[in-house]
């Protein structure tokens, strides 16, 4: 074996944790675990309100749009039919 595999074995190799691995994991987990939710409930609910925000200012622009399309093509055919009469009047 070459000295980089034995340096990898040695690395690798099963070793025991020291005994106050879990108390050192569990105040570690405990210290995030009371902040970080907050944090996090607080951007996730600015997020979906924001979103969903500009996502129903959206929809009211598209909504006016073919209300304003459809009062236009009403307009083009009263005129359309104003004109034919207009038209028809004169001599």
Do not use: C
């Amino acid at each position: 074996m070459d000295r980089l595999e034995q340096e990898l074995k040695q690395a690798l190799a099963r070793t025991q944790p020291r005994p106050d691995f879990s108390l050192r994991v569990s105040r570690a987990v405990e210290g995030r675990a009371s902040v970080m939710p907050r944090w996090m409930a607080t951007a996730a609910a600015l997020v979906i309100v924001s979103g969903g925000s500009l996502a129903y200012r959206e929809h009211q622009g598209r909504v006016a749009k073919e209300q304003v399309m459809t009062a236009m093509r009403i307009t083009a055919v009263k005129l359309n039919h104003i004109q034919a009469r207009v038209k028809g009047v004169r001599p």
